[in-house]
């Protein structure tokens, strides 16, 4: 059963500040990994889509990069700003299968200080 | 336009009370999603619709029961809920969702936060 889990749980950093979130998953078999930001109470937006065969997607200040073999993905966030503020999940969609079923992390909740 | 709208945002309803929530997408995604989320917890999938079809019911209690009237819009029937089954619920939509190769980013709702007293 794949499982899908983030480091750190939580993270307070100060403004402008590099930081790395980081998501592992026990099943290499996926097709791809998605990272989502959510604000408090509202809904899930797309930052990122990794391929299975990419090994890094980038947009903007965001990078995020994935190891198939490892588990691992990483989201970096460059020059942070208060406004980037919220949790961040992970989720990878399984292999073996014609389905689109994300399994997502337990998110990591990003608190930037101005 | 990559929106999904959800109506309503808020919902309270009692445990006798028949309800419904209502998602719409204007994408041309044949592939939509509902998920339920509860405070402090990663979204958990209930259903998958591909081609206005059921394809996935992820054990879902029949108090829910999912409709897809048409290619772009989604609804989630509640009857008979229970105070425990308060939570977001999130609905999503892709292009489709066959092929290993293609990835079929989910695009999601602004929710509907369920109360049930």
């Known amino acids: 059963k794949q499982e899908v889990t983030q480091i750190p749980a939580a993270l307070s950093v100060p403004e402008g500040e590099n930081l790395v979130l980081n998501c592992s998953f026990t099943d290499s078999a996926i097709y791809n990994l998605q990272w989502f930001r959510q604000d408090p109470g509202k809904g899930l937006t797309s930052l990122l889509l990794?391929?299975?065969?990419?090994r890094e997607q980038t947009s903007g200040r965001l990078n995020a990069s994935l190891d198939k073999s490892s588990g691992r993905s990483t989201l970096y966030i460059a020059a942070s700003q208060p406004g980037d503020s919220a949790t961040y999940l992970c989720a990878v969609r399984p292999g073996g299968g014609a389905t689109n079923k994300l399994i997502f992390g337990t998110g990591t909740l990003l608190a930037v200080q101005p | 336009d990559t929106e999904v709208t959800q109506t309503p945002k808020h919902l309270v309803m009692g445990m006798t009370n028949k309800k419904s929530l209502k998602c719409e997408q204007h994408?041309?995604?044949?592939?939509m999603y509902w998920y339920k989320q509860k405070a402090k917890k990663p979204p958990e999938l209930m259903f998958v619709?591909?081609?206005?079809?059921?394809?996935i019911n992820e054990s879902v209690p029949s108090r829910f029961s999912p409709e897809c009237p048409n290619s772009s819009l989604l609804n989630l029937h509640l009857h008979a809920l229970q105070p425990e089954d308060s939570a977001l619920y999130l609905c999503a939509s892709s292009q489709g969702i066959q092929g290993p190769g293609v990835p079929y980013e989910q695009y999601f709702g602004p929710g509907t936060r369920l109360t049930v007293t």
């Open positions: 990794i391929q299975s065969s990419q």
């Open positions: 994408m041309g995604h044949r592939a």
């Open positions: 619709y591909s081609y206005e079809k059921l394809s």
